[in-house]
């Protein structure tokens, strides 16, 4: 692991100050994940952005990640028990987030997404595409000439790029459409469609960030009204 102290023959010469931002951050963030309540503001929000990261943008919008940053309202662990009542929230949208938690972890954080969720209210999760990388896989191996998303010069054979979206950036489990729907399924959602970038049942939802259309897989589904 990289360290943040500079060092001369192995002598700290520079420690980044507490004050530093990300340290603030990371020190706030132990401090009151898990923590905190719904506030009677959060309450009149019936949108939640769930692992928000520093898209908080959203004035519509509850902002809930595991990290702090400036605008997230709840600091949480979503593999918890999330803070909100049961039936409380009209529309989840959540990007590029479960992919780095467990697939049992994803598949409780479904779950509680659907019970906050109001009859008819609808989840949009948004993650990277695993089936786009293997397909290209597929297609390099099969001599065609083929571009992956986000491809870096280094990256000189289809299997780095594969496991570049597998094993970095915390990744965990990458999904495709046929096992994402299966866990929205289980969880209880119904009516589970495939989408595409800015195209959805709710128009609140459609918070896809452009520069991650390449290589998003995005699926919709309901709760039973």
Known sequence: ????????????????????????????SAMVRGRQSVSAELERKEYLNLGCGPNTNHAHMANLDYNWYRGVDICWDITTTLPWKDASLKGIFTEHCLEHITFDGCAFALREARRVLKPGGSIRVVVPDGE??????????????????????????????????????????????????????RAGFVDIRRETFQHGRDAKLLLDTEARAVESLYIEASVPA
Not at 1 to 22: A, G, V
Not at 155 to 162: D, G, H, Y
């Open 1 to 28: 692991m990289l360290s943040n102290t500079l060092t001369i023959n192995n002598q700290p010469l520079f420690r980044p100050s507490i004050w530093d931002y990300k340290q603030v951050r990371r020190l706030r």
């Open 132 to 185: 786009l990388y293997i397909d290209l896989y597929k297609k390099a191996r099969a001599g065609q000439k083929v571009e992956f998303p986000y491809q870096a010069a280094d990256e000189v054979t289809p299997m780095i790029c594969v496991n570049r979206i597998f094993n970095e950036f915390t990744h965990i489990f990458i999904y495709d459409a046929e096992t994402m729907g299966m866990m929205l399924e």
